[in-house]
C-alpha cells in the first residue's frame, strides 16, 4: 500500500528565504506527482505536474524534482514571500491506483 | 475559463440525515474524482468516475455513492451521516480517465454533522 510522508509538518521563515519541503513514498511504482498548495478553508491549487519519466519541473520560483528510485521528491521555492504562506500537499500516483496525498507542509512565510 | 465549481459551499446536517454534494468540472473534462479531507490530513480519495463509469472506489463504507451525468457533472451522495463525515468534500477534473493528466480540484464544500 502507498504511503506519502511529507517533512517538516510545519515550517516558518523570514521573507526572502530559499527553502525546501520534502515528499517521501514507499512504492515507486508511479504515474506521475503533483505538488499543491492549499490555503486556510479552501481547495488545492496545482502548482507541478511531475510524470514518471521526467527529473524535474520549474514554475516561477518554483522547482520540483523528483527520484522515483529513492521514493523522494523536493518543492524549492526560491525567494519566499508572506503571500507563499498556505499548506503544501504532495500527492503521487500509483499505477492502477488514485491519487494518494501526503498529510502536507504548513508554511508561514514572516514579513 | 470558468474552473472546478462545487456546490453547495457548506453545508449543515445532522446525525442520520443523507446529503448530497455536486460538481461541474472544467468545460472539456470528462473524469471527475471526489476526495474527503479532514481537518489537518491529506485529502482521501473516494470515487472517480469517467464518461459516466466508475473508474475508481476508494475505502469508504456502502454508505457513500456517486454518478456522472452525460454532461460530466457529478453528484456525491452520503446517507446516514456520521459525526466523522465532517470534513471538505472536494471535486477534481481531468481532461480523461488515464491518470497521466493533471487533475484540478474546486473549492471544496464543507459539511458538518451535528
Known amino acids: 500500500k502507498q504511503e506519502v510522508t511529507q517533512i517538516p509538518a510545519a515550517l516558518s521563515v523570514p521573507e526572502g528565504e530559499n527553502l525546501v519541503l520534502n515528499c517521501s513514498f514507499t512504492?515507486?511504482?508511479?504515474?506521475?506527482l503533483q505538488w499543491f498548495r492549499q490555503d486556510p478553508g479552501k481547495g488545492l491549487t496545482s502548482l507541478l505536474l511531475?510524470?514518471?519519466?521526467?527529473r524535474e519541473q520549474t514554475s516561477g520560483r518554483l522547482n520540483a524534482s523528483l527520484d522515483k528510485s529513492s521514493g523522494r521528491s523536493t518543492l524549492y521555492i526560491a525567494a519566499s514571500q508572506p503571500g507563499d504562506s498556505a499548506t503544501y500537499l504532495c500527492?503521487?500516483?500509483?499505477?492502477?491506483?488514485?491519487?494518494?496525498f501526503g498529510p502536507g507542509t504548513r508554511l508561514s512565510v514572516l514579513p | 475559463d470558468a474552473g472546478v465549481t462545487q456546490s453547495p459551499t457548506h453545508l449543515i446536517k445532522t446525525r442520520g440525515q443523507q446529503v448530497t454534494l455536486r460538481c461541474s468540472p472544467i468545460?472539456?473534462?470528462?473524469?471527475v474524482s471526489w476526495y474527503q479531507q479532514v481537518l489537518g490530513q491529506g485529502p482521501q480519495f473516494i470515487f472517480q468516475?469517467?464518461?459516466?463509469?466508475?473508474?475508481g472506489r476508494g475505502n469508504f463504507p456502502d454508505r457513500f455513492s456517486a454518478r456522472q451525468f452525460p454532461n460530466y457533472s457529478s453528484e456525491l451522495n452520503v446517507n446516514a451521516l456520521l459525526l466523522g463525515d465532517s470534513a471538505l468534500y472536494l471535486c477534481?477534473?481531468?481532461?480523461?480517465?488515464?491518470?497521466?493528466?493533471?487533475?484540478?480540484f474546486g473549492p471544496g464544500t464543507r459539511l458538518t454533522v451535528l
Open positions: 468545460s472539456g473534462h470528462k473524469s
Open positions: 512504492d515507486s511504482a508511479i504515474y506521475n
Open positions: 477534481a477534473s481531468s481532461l480523461e480517465g488515464v491518470p497521466y493528466y493533471e487533475q484540478f
Open positions: 511531475i510524470q514518471s519519466s521526467q
Open positions: 468516475y469517467y464518461e459516466k463509469e466508475e473508474r
Open positions: 500527492a503521487v500516483r500509483p499505477e492502477g491506483q488514485n491519487f494518494v
